[in-house]
């Protein structure tokens, strides 16, 4: 595969630069991009981010965030640190994890393990 990309680079492809790997997890497609694992359901986008303080799931697009933490296999609700608050403007897109809908909700919590393989 690296060959592959190598001759496309050098004949002028710069979108050979990216290969967003997809992988099906438990009927779901889930891939690594920019460092966040991302996964679509019910025609909708969703990432995970570790990158803050307090670990969640990002709906894309609304940017709606779903706090967690995990102590073991469990899931619990969280509440975001002061500094990844925003403003009063964004409080409607801070929820807890419970408030995810229930079949991302599962999924996650079921699959949250080989989906983190995949980094």
Request: no cysteine; glycine share 8%.
């Amino acid at each position: 595969m690296r060959g592959v990309l190598d001759l496309q680079r050098a004949a002028g492809n710069r979108a050979a630069t990216v290969v967003v790997q997809r992988v099906l997890i438990a009927g779901v497609n889930v891939w690594v991009d920019g460092g966040y694992v991302h996964w679509s359901m019910n025609g909708n986008r969703y990432h995970f981010n570790f990158s803050t303080a307090t670990p969640h799931v990002t709906l894309d697009g609304e940017r709606i965030h779903y706090f967690f933490t995990r102590d073991g296999l469990e899931f619990k609700d969280a509440r975001p640190e002061k500094s990844e608050q925003g403003g009063a403007h964004k409080k409607h897109t801070k929820k807890k994890f419970s408030e995810l809908p229930d079949t991302v909700r599962d999924y996650v919590v079921t699959n949250f393990d080989a989906m983190l393989a995949l980094l």
